[in-house]
């Protein structure tokens, strides 16, 4: 039996009459993939209309769009090259784009963003390149089509390139390929343009054959969310639907959001037929594991080297659906995967109206078919991944009483306000108390720890390594072990954060996040470390006493300075 051809799924986007509708018609028509009788129906209609021959009719499925001369709906149309097959998502920019998009129902991998080089970048073209920012959609490509309206000038389709990187790059989307043609004439289309000698690069049949298909869901890092836990004679059996990678007996698995670290011990079965030792996605299983510890619905099984997030607050993108407008401080029922949880919006960044992509920073509500970019806070922590790594678990609803309301897509996690410094980089962070002083109070006759302003340190900022109560070397490793991230200081600026996981002992300098050294001088060491701390719960304060007083020393590079009162509103202890 044949393998099974790889299948991507594209969109394609651009401001009305921008030629959209030309390009998808050209790709079918050069790669033979229309139905029969489409191009004569085609040629019937063109000549009625006393136009000649257009390709944009052979995507509209009915009269009426034909009559209007615009596309109505979203459709899905399929064509293949010798590499792949193609479903292409054709959409207008409209409420049911929106709403098929942010559900994840289109699943699109890739991009196409259509504009005319004659009329260059307008409003729209900018309001769809936002909303591919929305969906996390990483593989873009740019199509400058109507090369001929302006003589295939090169310094145009530059200028047009150069505007809209400014543009795409400062909402987080950098397009792969910049691709000059004329869908009407084809060129660069299936084949390279005599036309435009000076450009070098791939036609767009061509371009779209380079673009990398996501990995299988059995590739992707493990994510087993729990349905249920069973007790069956003296076992415990935990079941669910793995959404993604593989699992097998013995494997070492970390249970989210409690972070606790067991083996898989057996995997349950009925009948011997069913009995197997590695499971993977798509499986609904049932799995015992070798330590007792207490499981229930909605935390999440993964390997220990590649967990989800987990945190109470994170941005998202909502399409709502509700017959009342979503507003801030109200509070709904967040579902994701097994988990259900209390939320309510934190903030409204922006809200886009559905039928005219119109965008507004400064709305107080959500009405029914707008598409928003919020903060949801939940009561609890919440497990999930971001949409574009995982859609399984990077996808959710909200529910207002017992109607689904909402749907979203997860885009980056967010750390609450806390009154301490942050290291960040992108997703990575570290709540760190270095730069905090200690004095003793001699009228009280105790040492307390001083909080200064609360200051977040990116890549690239130079930290004050330097006080009257602390003094660090110029290059060192911050760890934090149950971040399981190592911040990296050289020179005096924070030039990379890390996972533990990548992390190797080069023997500079390690401190903790409370600015305090390391008592490690190897690897070993820092392995033994390591597997010291994440031995150690949270909640023992005398295990974490002494792992404190094993592998701390807290004069190396602190000191404690007198002084004759407290510092008001800001003394921790």
Same mark, same amino acid.
């Given at each position: 039996?044949?393998?099974?051809?790889?299948?991507?799924?594209?969109?394609?986007?651009?401001?009305?009459?921008?030629?959209?509708?030309?390009?998808?018609?050209?790709?079918?028509?050069?790669?033979?993939?229309?139905?029969?009788?489409?191009?004569?129906?085609?040629?019937?209609?063109?000549?009625?209309?006393?136009?000649?021959?257009?390709?944009?009719?052979?995507? *509209?499925?009915?009269?009426?769009?034909?009559?209007?001369?615009?596309?109505? *709906? =979203?459709?899905?149309?399929?064509?293949?090259?010798?590499?792949?097959?193609?479903?292409?998502?054709?959409?207008?920019?409209?409420?049911?784009?929106?709403?098929?998009?942010? %559900?994840?129902?289109?699943?699109?991998?890739?991009?196409?963003?259509? +504009?005319?080089?004659?009329?260059?970048?307008?409003?729209?073209?900018?309001?769809?390149?936002?909303?591919?920012?929305?969906?996390? +959609?990483?593989?873009?490509?740019?199509?400058?089509?109507?090369?001929?309206?302006?003589?295939?000038?090169?310094?145009?389709?530059?200028?047009?390139?150069?505007?809209?990187?400014?543009?795409?790059?400062?909402?987080?989307?950098?397009?792969?390929?910049?691709?000059?043609?004329?869908?009407?004439?084809?060129?660069?289309?299936?084949?390279? !343009?005599?036309?435009?000698?000076?450009?070098?690069?791939?036609? $767009?049949?061509?371009?779209?054959?380079?673009?990398?298909?996501?990995?299988?869901?059995?590739? @992707?890092?493990?994510?087993?969310?729990?349905?249920?836990?069973?007790?069956?004679?003296?076992?415990?059996?935990?079941?669910?639907?793995?959404?993604?990678?593989?699992? @097998?007996?013995?494997?070492?698995?970390?249970?989210?959001?409690?972070?606790? +670290?067991?083996?898989?011990?057996?995997?349950?079965?009925?009948?011997?037929?069913?009995?197997?030792?590695?499971?993977? &996605?798509?499986?609904?299983?049932?799995?015992?594991?070798?330590?007792?510890?207490?499981?229930?619905?909605?935390?999440?099984?993964?390997?220990?080297? %590649? &967990?989800?997030? !987990?945190?109470?607050?994170?941005?998202?993108?909502?399409?709502?659906?509700?017959?009342?407008?979503?507003?801030?401080?109200?509070?709904?029922?967040?579902?994701?995967?097994?988990?259900?949880?209390?939320?309510?919006?934190?903030?409204?960044?922006?809200? $886009?109206?559905?039928?005219?992509?119109?965008?507004?920073?400064?709305?107080?509500?959500?009405?029914?078919?707008?598409?928003?970019?919020?903060?949801?806070?939940?009561?609890?922590?919440?497990?999930?991944?971001?949409?574009?790594?995982?859609?399984?678990?990077?996808?959710?609803?909200?529910?207002?009483?017992?109607?689904?309301?909402?749907?979203? $897509?997860?885009?980056?996690?967010?750390?609450?306000?806390?009154?301490?410094?942050?290291?960040?980089?992108?997703?990575?962070?570290?709540?760190?108390?270095?730069?905090?002083?200690?004095?003793?109070?001699?009228?009280?006759?105790?040492?307390?720890?001083?909080?200064?302003?609360?200051?977040?340190?990116?890549?690239? %900022?130079?930290?004050?390594?330097? %006080?009257?109560?602390?003094?660090?070397?110029?290059?060192? *490793?911050?760890?934090? &072990?149950?971040?399981?991230?190592?911040?990296?200081?050289?020179?005096?600026?924070?030039?990379?954060?890390?996972?533990?996981?990548?992390?190797?002992?080069?023997?500079?300098?390690?401190?903790?996040?409370?600015?305090? &050294?390391?008592?490690?001088?190897?690897?070993?060491?820092?392995?033994?470390?390591?597997?010291?701390?994440?031995?150690?719960?949270?909640?023992?304060?005398?295990?974490?006493?002494?792992?404190?007083?094993?592998?701390?020393?807290?004069?190396?590079?602190? =000191?404690?300075?007198?002084?004759?009162?407290?510092?008001?509103?800001?003394?921790? $202890?």
């Amino acid at each position: 039996m044949e393998n099974a051809r790889e299948v991507l799924k594209m969109v394609v986007v651009g401001h009305v009459d921008h030629g959209k509708s030309t390009v998808i018609g050209r790709l079918l028509y050069d790669t033979n993939s229309l139905p029969e009788g489409a191009i004569d129906r085609v040629k019937r209609i063109s000549k009625e209309k006393g136009k000649p021959f257009e390709y944009a009719y052979l995507l *509209d499925a009915f009269e009426e769009e034909q009559k209007q001369g615009i596309t109505i *709906d =979203t459709t899905q149309l399929q064509f293949h090259t010798e590499k792949r097959d193609y479903v292409i998502i054709d959409a207008p920019g409209h409420k049911e784009f929106l709403k098929n998009m942010i %559900s994840g129902a289109a699943s699109a991998e890739a991009a196409l963003l259509i +504009i005319d080089a004659n009329e260059g970048i307008q409003e729209q073209s900018k309001r769809h390149g936002y909303i591919l920012s929305l969906l996390g +959609i990483q593989k873009v490509y740019v199509i400058v089509n109507k090369m001929d309206l302006i003589d295939y000038q090169q310094h145009k389709f530059e200028n047009i390139q150069t505007e809209m990187n400014i543009f795409l790059n400062g909402l987080g989307v950098y397009p792969l390929k910049y691709i000059p043609i004329s869908a009407f004439y084809g060129d660069n289309l299936a084949r390279k !343009s005599e036309n435009m000698a000076w450009y070098k690069g791939e036609s $767009i049949l061509e371009a779209m054959d380079l673009f990398e298909k996501d990995k299988g869901l059995e590739q @992707k890092p493990l994510r087993f969310p729990i349905q249920d836990v069973y007790k069956f004679d003296n076992r415990r059996i935990i079941a669910g639907r793995i959404e993604s990678g593989t699992l @097998k007996v013995g494997d070492e698995i970390l249970i989210s959001p409690g972070n606790k +670290i067991t083996k898989v011990k057996t995997i349950e079965y009925w009948v011997d037929k069913d009995q197997k030792d590695v499971v993977e &996605a798509g499986m609904s299983v049932g799995i015992t594991v070798e330590d007792e510890f207490f499981n229930k619905r909605g935390e999440f099984i993964s390997h220990k080297q %590649s &967990a989800p997030l !987990s945190s109470k607050l994170f941005k998202a993108n909502l399409f709502w659906m509700g017959k009342q407008p979503l507003v801030k401080g109200k509070k709904y029922k967040l579902k994701l995967t097994t988990q259900e949880i209390e939320c309510e919006v934190a903030d409204i960044h922006s809200v $886009i109206d559905a039928s005219s992509l119109a965008a507004n920073s400064g709305a107080l509500e959500i009405k029914i078919n707008d598409v928003a970019e919020i903060t949801l806070k939940t009561k609890e922590s919440v497990v999930y991944d971001l949409f574009k790594h995982n859609q399984g678990t990077g996808r959710f609803v909200l529910v207002d009483g017992y109607d689904v309301c909402g749907g979203g $897509i997860i885009s980056a996690k967010l750390t609450e306000k806390k009154n301490a410094d942050q290291l960040q980089k992108n997703d990575l962070s570290i709540t760190v108390h270095c730069f905090d002083a200690y004095y003793y109070a001699i009228p009280e006759g105790a040492v307390r720890r001083y909080q200064k302003n609360p200051t977040i340190y990116t890549i690239g %900022s130079v930290l004050p390594i330097q %006080s009257d109560t602390y003094a660090y070397p110029s290059t060192f *490793d911050l760890v934090d &072990a149950k971040s399981g991230v190592v911040a990296l200081v050289r020179d005096r600026v924070l030039s990379d954060i890390v996972l533990l996981e990548n992390y190797q002992y080069n023997g500079l300098p390690l401190l903790e996040k409370n600015g305090f &050294a390391f008592v490690v001088t190897s690897q070993q060491a820092f392995v033994d470390y390591i597997n010291d701390a994440n031995a150690v719960d949270k909640q023992d304060i005398s295990k974490r006493v002494g792992l404190s007083n094993k592998w701390l020393d807290f004069t190396k590079y602190r =000191t404690i300075k007198f002084i004759e009162y407290p510092i008001a509103n800001d003394w921790n $202890i």
